[in-house]
């Protein structure tokens, strides 16, 4: 068994979110790989903690309150999802260092009536522009913007008529309040929800009143109050203050990187504790990423002409991290240490899987004996071909393709490909001169006998640890399935003649007349070892040609099917035989 050197590893590198670059810690452990921005505006003092029975929510579910917090200083949300309230505290990088809190709430009214106002946990950060800072209490500090509602200028005020969904409400966040120094503020807009649809309203503008309910001079809970209470159709009287929208542009967040198939939803998914969203606690905004099963390439989805990108595909095959490292010899290095603590997981993925198959007590459940991910050349219209993510798992008697990694019995027993070992060969393993991309990538090809004919596959493997893996994974679990299935026999026709073919792994080749009736024995017609063989072929559509040097001469079986899975096993018999006596098949 291999025993893993594993790598700890931390640096500075760049992460592509949203069509954009920016910079980030990355930290590599022996499991996970955590994500840190660096540097970004806004992001370095966020603070988040919980309390209970805060004024409007609406079960009183109690989730601790941090030490040492001011009750002046919050921000306030609200979450439907999670059934609990929670507060936030952001500090801007103002100008006298301090944290000031403004208040940020996600109007998500859920149904006529139901007066819920969930938020968006933390997709829409309060963000304060630099040298600045919203205070929820005390004067205005110099040099700290005073938004009113004049300073939208020339803005027209509208008035805005939004229906109610039955599910997803308004759809809007809000900022601000009379405590803040600031209007009543649309922070977010959800895409698909009622707000969205209105097609009416814009993030920075200020709700001057709701159904004729004046909030020009409301505090947040007031103005929380009034959305809740608004009923299902609503009328919003709207100003745009252009001053303020930079300050909603907030810059993406890595941690709302999807990951694991859950992609940022409505405010009322978003955060879920087993959705795999992203959590934002602590004082940094991060990602951490389990490695377990993640698929790393390189110049597989996105070209890479200076060599200095590294691509993290997650487990379910959904979403890709793509990292830039500063040069070639970085992205080497951060490649080598990703994929080596990768690999390290892998007798603990084979472990898992083995304890799931095997606790079903079926026959049908062999033990993996690999698998991993690869990258299997696929042809696409116009004779162009291009590598797609695959795993592959190698089982005793199998090889199985899945597009995911099959973590369940119902996705274990759902392949897109199954092929039997026996009738599979390696007919490549090197470098696959044909590609494209670079002339070094490694690849092995493998050709199945099926009824239809020859299937062949070519998969990509990223480093030469990979194919030598799977190449010798392939080789011996085709002898093991061999030896442990000992023989195949199929009907076919001899002369005019029905009779059953056998192929023994140990005893050879025999052909006998089946009996005429029940319970007769069959007549063995002829038996030959495997080292009679002479000569063996066939047409492609449905004979078998087999010649022992026998008076009989050449032996012309019709299998009435497609001949090549025959003759691959026969193939598979004489590789694990020649291996056994020593020899190099």
């Known amino acids: 068994m291999?025993?893993?050197t594993r790598a700890d590893k931390n640096g500075l590198l760049e992460l592509l979110l949203r069509d954009r670059w920016i910079r980030v810690l990355a930290e590599l452990t022996r499991e996970t790989l955590t994500l840190t921005a660096d540097g970004e505006p806004g992001l370095g003092g966020a603070m988040e903690y919980n309390i209970s029975h805060l004024p409007g929510a609406w079960n009183g579910v109690t989730?601790?309150?941090?030490?040492?917090?001011?009750?002046?200083?919050s921000n306030r949300t609200y979450n439907q999802h999670s059934n609990h309230s929670a507060l936030r505290r952001t500090g801007s990088p103002g100008s006298g260092g301090t944290n000031r809190g403004q208040t940020d709430t996600s109007s998500g009214v859920n149904?006529?009536?139901s007066g819920r106002v969930p938020h968006d946990n933390g997709t829409v950060s309060d963000l304060g522009i630099p040298g600045s800072s919203f205070s929820s209490a005390g004067p205005v500090r110099s040099g700290e913007p005073n938004i009113s509602l004049e300073s939208g200028g020339s803005e027209m005020v509208r008035k805005v008529r939004v229906l109610k969904q039955e599910s997803g409400?308004?759809?809007?966040?809000?900022?601000?309040g009379q405590e803040n120094r600031m209007p009543i503020l649309i922070s977010k807009i959800f895409p698909g929800l009622a707000a969205d649809h209105s097609r009416a309203l814009r993030v920075g503008d200020a709700i001057l009143s709701v159904n004729g309910n004046d909030l020009r001079e409301a505090t947040h809970d007031q103005a929380v109050q009034a959305l809740k209470k608004a009923g299902k159709e609503v009328t919003l009287e709207v100003k745009y203050i252009k001053e303020v929208s930079p300050l909603f542009k907030k810059p993406s967040l890595v941690a709302d990187l999807p990951w694991d198939g859950v992609r940022p939803q409505s405010?009322?998914?978003?955060?879920?504790?087993?959705?795999?969203?992203?959590?934002?606690?602590g004082t940094k905004d991060k990602k951490v990423i389990s490695l377990k099963m993640c698929y790393i390439s390189r110049n597989l989805t996105i070209p890479d002409l200076e060599s200095r990108l590294i691509e993290l595909h997650s487990?379910?095959?959904?979403n890709t991290v793509v990292l830039r490292c500063k040069d070639s010899f970085a992205a080497h290095s951060w490649f080598t240490a990703i994929?080596?603590?990768i690999a390290a997981l892998l007798p603990h993925v084979l472990a898992e899987l083995n304890s799931m198959l095997g606790s079903s007590n079926t026959s049908s459940n062999r033990e993996v004996r690999h698998v991993g991910w690869l990258a299997e050349q696929i042809k696409l219209d116009g004779g162009r071909h291009q590598y797609k993510p695959v795993v592959m798992a190698l089982t005793e008697k199998d090889i199985l393709l899945y597009d995911s990694m099959p973590w369940t019995r119902e996705a274990w027993a759902s392949p897109n490909l199954s092929h039997p070992l026996l009738a599979t060969r390696l007919v490549h393993s090197g470098s696959a001169r044909s590609s494209p991309a670079l002339?070094?990538?490694?690849?092995?090809?493998t050709r199945t006998g099926t009824r239809q004919g020859i299937e062949g596959h070519l998969f990509r493997a990223e480093t030469h640890w990979d194919l030598s893996s799977w190449t010798r994974m392939m080789v011996q679990g085709c002898h093991s399935a061999a030896e442990l299935i000992k023989e195949v026999s199929m009907a076919c026709t001899l002369n005019e003649q029905d009779v059953r073919l056998t192929v023994h792994y140990e005893n050879g080749f025999t052909i006998a007349k089946e009996g005429a009736g029940p319970g007769s024995g069959s007549t063995v017609l002829y038996r030959y070892p495997f080292e009679k063989l002479k000569m063996s072929g066939d047409d492609g559509i449905r004979n078998l040609y087999l010649d022992f040097g026998g008076p009989e001469g050449e032996m012309v079986l019709d299998l009435q099917s497609g001949p090549k899975p025959v003759v691959f096993v026969v193939h598979s018999f004489l590789s694990a035989k020649v291996t056994r006596m020593g020899l190099l098949a």
């Not at 989730?63 to 200083?73: I, K, S």
């Not at 409400?169 to 601000?176: A, E, M, R």
């Not at 405010?267 to 879920?272: H, K, R």
């Open 315 to 318: 487990p379910d095959g959904r």
């Open 267 to 281: 405010p009322s998914l978003s955060g879920s504790e087993d959705s795999g969203s992203p959590k934002h606690t």
């Open 2 to 4: 291999a025993v893993w």
């Open 339 to 341: 994929h080596t603590n």
């Open 439 to 445: 002339s070094s990538e490694l690849a092995f090809a």
């Open 169 to 176: 409400g308004l759809g809007i966040s809000i900022k601000g």
């Open 63 to 73: 989730n601790g309150t941090e030490p040492g917090t001011a009750a002046g200083n």
């Open 111 to 113: 149904s006529p009536g």
